[in-house]
């Protein structure tokens, strides 16, 4: 069947092994076969799940199941993707009561490009009092190139916690835009720790000189992950400027502000 349905075309419903197979054979065949194909191909066979139905269960399951099978069930929309799909995922992460499924249903929705605007996310994973992961900063990555202005408007916000507002500062750096850079200059002087070390991850990741004149005094932070990751904007952005004062880290009481110090003399050293 897998033979039949990429030598097809467009007459895969009408293959020999298409029609006798059952319709759970047919959806385990188109759905290891979006995974290796790219463009038109795919788009072909993700439309033809939906004309033949094979979604009908899973798009069940999605929404009124046990938990267990309700996530088997989104992983499986979410590996073939295409509007049904999308629907429901997003109506999974908008709807569905359990924090843990609307963040699964978020991560398989940054798969498919099609994460909601970054204030939705926000309200729909309960971020503003939930513990900020790895995960979420993924997120947020993502959504960069996609939401880059409701993106920029809730940096700008004076209303969000710390740490929420840390995310949405590290997310700035993906947008790859630098007109970022003044909403970094100014989260560089935030109180809060987290919110520094975003704005220097997200100038790193920009990596404009003009971000050199409050990186600088960030090596003198007195916060040790501070100082450690301004050290390594230095380095990375080939900071030179900041050599005297790496210099001076050589001898902090910090093991690993020495270590970052140490290594970013020897790589600014020799440029």
């Known amino acids: 069947m897998t033979r039949e349905i990429m030598g097809a075309g467009e007459n895969v419903a009408a293959s020999p092994a298409f029609r006798q197979a059952r319709p759970a054979e047919r959806l385990a065949a188109i759905s290891h076969l979006v995974q290796l194909l790219r463009g038109e191909d795919r788009d072909r066979l993700v439309a033809l ?38 629907t429901t995922l997003d109506a999974v992460l908008r709807e569905d009561p359990r924090l843990d499924t609307r963040l699964e249903a978020a991560s398989l929705l940054a798969r498919l490009d099609a994460l909601p605007q970054p204030d939705e996310l926000i309200e729909h994973l309960a971020l503003r009092s939930a513990r900020i992961t790895p995960l979420h900063r993924t997120l947020f990555r993502l959504i960069a190139s996609r939401h880059p202005a409701e993106l920029f408007a809730l940096a700008r916000s004076e209303d969000l916690p710390p740490a929420v507002r840390a995310l949405v500062i590290d997310a700035l750096g993906w947008t790859e835009d630098f007109s970022a850079l003044p909403l970094l200059a100014a989260a560089a002087s935030d109180p809060h720790a987290p919110v520094r070390l975003a704005a220097l991850d997200s100038a790193t990741k920009l990596g404009h000189s003009g971000s050199a004149g409050w990186i600088m005094p960030l090596l003198r932070d007195p916060v040790p992950p501070v100082r450690a990751r301004a050290i390594r904007a230095c380095q990375i952005m080939r900071l030179s400027d900041g050599l005297p004062a790496i210099a001076e880290l050589r001898h902090d009481p910090s093991p690993w502000v020495r270590l970052r110090a140490q290594q970013a003399q020897q790589v600014l050293g020799t440029a």
């Open 49 to 86: 799940t939906e004309e033949q139905g094979l979604l009908k269960d899973a798009l069940r399951r999605a929404r009124r199941s046990q938990q267990r099978q309700q996530i088997d069930a989104l992983r499986l929309l979410g590996g073939i993707g295409g509007d049904q799909a999308v």
